[in-house]
């Protein structure tokens, strides 16, 4: 499945900088089905710039073909049932990738502007959601962060090859500092939480 049959199982557009990554073919990988998926692996181990592929970071992203709102069905059915709150009519929430420990990484639209924000869906508690992004290029600065947390190799080929996803902006707060420099540049960001829900 492809990036434009993906939104439109949503009725979106991805984030600009998304769709650009998809249009220079970093994210060929996607668009396999998970079974299909196991045939092929090793060609994109050696391909550095697969999109978040080798690079060693607590993001996954879903397949075009898994990116479906069954990821967050379950998340928010306990949503109404512990606490009587649903999201927000004017919010839409769009799974892309996810955390081992089952978090679920989202666009966040809002049909009263034209931001697409990234959060993270927490699984547990009381179905909590983190801010990452108020933009995917801030996403992505974010996710260069946390391999530096997860010891990615700072000089290897798959770094260097998604610094190049990066604006100006976000490289220039990555490149000469050290791995130990940069893990403290994600400890010191702060966990934004937002609200996006409301009473049934």
Known sequence: MDMYTAEGKFGVKFPQKFRELYERDVMEWMEYDQKDFRAVYNKYRDIPSAFCYQLAADFEPFFFSSMDKSNLEDYLSWMD???????????????????????????????RCDDIKVVLVWHDGDCEIQLLGNDFDEFLYWVMLNAADWDEDINGDVWKAHLGYLTPEYRSKIIGKTADELKDDFFAMHENMIDIFVDV
């Open 81 to 111: 049932e512990d606490s009587g709150k649903v999201p927000d009519k004017h919010y839409k929430l769009v799974p892309f990738g996810q955390v081992q420990n089952g978090d679920i990484y989202c666009f966040l639209y809002d049909d």
